[in-house]
């Protein structure tokens, strides 16, 4: 299974579908918040998403939990749990829907973690990267032992990659 993670793209609506086109044979697309674009732009149509602080379309609901391949996501922005501080609200979260694999935003720094057996990660930003130079985004794919994840730049190119 592959999956596409964005997140906090703030209003560069033309990035959303490049990331699209540029990974055609995912199997999922998420964009975890910040898009800034209304709930039925066509630039993010093709992706689960989530409201982020910066959305103001309310018809973005606050979270998902969607099944893939046997694994459930969940999915959030994260400014709703104070990721910025702490993934104990979040891991209590995920921990409540039997989450697999957790994806969120907000801190627009780029990170993933495995924490007892529940993969969590934030792709950083397309827009506003924080932490480091690089605009970023993540490609998650599962492995028999787990996960490969990659993070990648605008342009596409390996920013650096993670088994976990």
Known sequence: MKIVVLSDTHGDAAIIPAVIKSHPDADYYFHCGD???TYDAAH????????GNCDHDIRYPL???????GKTVFMTHG???NVKTTLT??????????????LFGHSH???AELVN????LNPG?????????????????TTADGYAIEFLDEQHQRITAITL
């Open 44 to 51: 993010i149509k093709d992706c689960k998403r989530v409201r």
């Open 35 to 37: 898009s800034e674009l």
């Open 89 to 102: 609200p979040i891991a209590m979260r995920a921990e409540e829907v039997g989450a697999d694999i957790v």
């Open 79 to 81: 400014n709703l749990f």
């Open 63 to 69: 979270e998902e939990v969607v099944e893939v391949d």
């Open 117 to 120: 057996g529940t993969l969590f």
């Open 125 to 141: 930003s397309l827009k506003s990267p924080r932490g480091r130079n690089e605009k970023s985004y993540a490609v998650i794919e």
């Open 109 to 111: 720094v780029l990170g």
